[in-house]
């Protein structure tokens, strides 16, 4: 509904009805007086279009509430206050008040609300009193919703004190003929028996005490992991044995999102089973899918010395899973096309087809041949291959492209943003050319005294930096006061964890690549130091190769 059109009058109080120009204060004298509220009936404050101030939708009017008569309620909420609100829901027979005599929503004991909320201001401390005693001389009333008060921290809970029991997790586990998926939801519906372990249920409830208090976790996550946790011991197989962590995926049939919770506690205490299979494993087996079985035996042994390592020769340390991810990717296309043309190993493989297999964009080339040199290399170690057919196959070294000036306006406005976090990152990125990295990684302790403390250098932190980093510290301490994460930036994720945050949520938070900015910081730095390398070393922890990169448009000729 819209606001009334004001009155032409007075231009105060809106129109009597809609199409005429005057309210009733304004009006002629012929006439008359304004009528009863369609609503309410009452004849006092006529508003317009047949309805009192009380009752009109667009009416700004604060009243007394109808229960306990505090002043500051309105409409919106059925001129009730919170308080009353509440009462209401909790005790829904109304009924006689006991003191005050009204047809009213009364307690157990048959006091409203206003006669309760007396007997509390009048109580004495260490001496109780009758509600009926408290209301004799009236009612003391009061602004309405003043009754908030911050509930006192809970008591830090005090460690473990009984020892885990040794019993558990069991050794034995009862076989199952076949596997039959459960209902979860059907089970809820029904009812979850209790666990027939009570001394373990005790202990996990432990266990998710103290990881909650170190972590910082809310109630309610308590809570959910809780129940969460009562569920899984309650469908058990073997009571006792540890649970598989495909179980605890199960629990989604209960809208449980959280998984990562429990298989926390259940990690802690060692009563996880591990059996969910890895998802680089599950990618892998669909790139390598359809290879003839000598070339993805062959692949698959080189793919499992980068993901685990190899302590044989030739010896490897495991790899990173993007670093694995990049190889596979750009070697499987190259097998599969192999294997079209009717090689059945890498045995047939000649120099000859890796040539006329590489790319031609000369970035993917260079790519695509460190990955097969790879392969072959690992290969040709392990004797399963007479030849290395990539050895001394060299790439044209790819000059880096010449780094050019950014635009700033979206950094400073992200300095001078509302949001603590992304001022802090932007301010970091901006003064000093951190990369994504080293901004995920930075600890609590590695800012002190003004200075930041960062792969064994000291920066002295420009002004506004420490402005806001203070900012964002202080919002960090209030939203998450109990984290026992030690990392600078954290998130609503990582807050009841330890582990640092994502790459992309740092670039998301920002607005705008790290990388981007840190490269015209560096090549403004250089351009005002005439491309001085050793300065750009010591700034930024470059190399001597990756400064020459800024330092040659900064040079004499630029």
Not at 457 to 486: H, K, M, Q, S
Request: hydrophobic share 35%; with cysteine; glycine share 6%.
């Amino acid at each position: 509904m819209t606001r009334p059109r004001p009155c032409s009058g007075c231009g105060i109080n809106p129109v009597a009805y809609a199409g005429r120009k005057f309210c009733y204060d304004c009006v002629p004298r012929t006439w008359k007086k304004p009528p009863r509220c369609k609503l309410c009936g009452s004849t006092e404050d006529y508003y317009t279009n047949g309805r009192c101030r009380r009752c009109h939708r667009s009416a700004h009017v604060i009243g007394s509430c109808l229960d306990c008569l505090a002043w500051g309620v309105t409409r919106h909420n059925g001129w009730l206050c919170d308080g009353c609100r509440g009462w209401r829901r909790r005790f829904k027979e109304p009924g006689e008040c006991g003191s005050c005599a009204r047809m009213i929503t009364v307690n157990a004991r048959g006091y409203c609300r206003l006669c309760t909320r007396q007997a509390a201001l009048a109580r004495l401390p260490h001496r109780s009193i009758d509600v009926a005693e408290a209301c004799r001389h009236g009612h003391q009333l009061y602004f309405a919703d003043m009754f908030r008060q911050k509930r006192p921290d809970p008591e830090p809970r005090r460690q473990r004190q009984l020892p885990w029991p040794g019993q558990y997790p069991v050794r034995h586990q009862q076989l199952m003929l076949f596997n039959a998926g459960r209902d979860l939801a059907a089970g809820r519906r029904a009812g979850f028996p209790a666990p027939p372990l009570p001394d373990l249920a005790a202990a996990l409830d432990d266990a998710l005490a103290d990881h909650a208090i170190r972590h910082g976790w809310s109630r309610q996550l308590q809570s959910v992991t809780r129940s969460a946790l009562r569920v899984l011991l309650a469908t058990q197989d073997t009571p006792g044995a540890p649970i598989p962590a495909t179980s605890v995926e199960a629990l989604t049939q209960l809208a449980f999102n959280n998984v990562r919770a429990v298989t926390e506690i259940l990690a802690a205490a060692g009563m996880l089973h591990e059996d969910r299979e890895s998802a680089l494993d599950t990618w892998f087996a669909r790139r390598a899918g359809g290879l003839p079985e000598p070339m993805a035996t062959e692949f698959r042994s080189w793919y499992q010395a980068q993901r685990d390592g190899s302590r044989t020769p030739p010896r490897l340390r495991p790899r990173s899973t993007a670093t694995i991810r990049g190889q596979v990717a750009r070697t499987a296309p190259i097998l599969h096309a192999w294997a079209s043309a009717g090689q059945q190993s890498l045995r047939e493989i000649t120099r000859q087809d890796i040539i006329d297999a590489l790319p031609a964009q000369a970035n993917q080339h260079r790519q695509a041949l460190t990955a097969l040199r790879s392969l072959f290399r690992f290969l040709k170690g392990r004797r399963a291959i007479f030849a290395d057919p990539a050895a001394r196959l060299r790439h044209d070294r790819l000059r880096n492209g010449q780094p050019l000036p950014l635009n700033l306006d979206s950094i400073r406005e992200a300095i001078h943003s509302g949001q603590p976090a992304r001022a802090a990152l932007a301010a970091l990125v901006a003064f000093h050319a951190l990369r994504s990295s080293q901004l995920a990684d930075l600890k609590t302790t590695d800012v002190r005294d003004g200075r930041l403390c960062l792969d064994g250098r000291v920066i002295p932190l420009a002004g506004p930096v420490r402005e806001r980093l203070a900012a964002w510290l202080d919002e960090r301490a209030r939203r998450w006061p109990a984290t026992a994460n030690p990392h600078l930036f954290i998130n609503w994720y990582t807050a009841v964890r330890e582990s640092p945050v994502s790459r992309p949520w740092i670039s998301h938070t920002l607005g705008m690549s790290p990388q981007a900015v840190r490269e015209d910081r560096i090549l403004d730095e250089a351009l005002a130091t005439g491309g001085d390398i050793r300065r750009l070393c010591d700034l930024f922890g470059l190399t001597v190769g990756g400064a020459e990169r800024y330092a040659r448009p900064a040079g004499p000729d630029r």
